[in-house]
């Protein structure tokens, strides 16, 4: 039905940078939004950042503000998620998910990707 894609990852060394993608295929609504969540080893998965459908909302963690920078482009239905300033604690596997708002929630979201594997070495 709804399938969503994650690539992009890979290893990095501290203080480099990483964009990872997110495409979407299948039946589609007509407005939906998206986010990025990850987990890292030993942790629970935690909100990175969403966007809503026209971009007029953007949340980011306390974590991550001022160095990733979440964007979408609708015609390609593909979300994108521009890493900077990595740091060995950004180290995860991250996952993209579609829900109709956005929100913090991972309750919110329902299809989410497979994953992609974010390595930051020291």
């Known amino acids: 039905q709804v399938q969503l894609v994650e690539s992009g990852g890979g290893l990095v060394q501290a203080g480099g940078s990483l964009r990872l993608s997110c495409a979407t295929s299948?039946?589609?609504?007509?407005?939906?939004?998206m986010g990025w969540f990850r987990q890292a080893p030993g942790k629970e998965r935690e909100f990175v950042t969403a966007i809503s459908w026209s971009g007029g909302i953007i949340v980011y963690a306390d974590s991550v503000k001022g160095r990733f920078t979440i964007s979408r482009d609708n015609a390609k239905n593909t979300v994108y998620l521009q890493m900077n300033s990595l740091k060995p604690e950004d180290t995860a596997v991250y996952y993209c998910?579609?829900?109709?708002?956005?929100?913090?929630?991972?309750?919110?979201?329902?299809?989410w990707g497979q994953g992609t594997q974010v390595t930051v070495s020291s």
């Open positions: 998910a579609r829900g109709t708002i956005a929100t913090k929630l991972p309750a919110g979201y329902d299809y």
């Open positions: 299948g039946r589609t609504f007509d407005r939906y939004a």
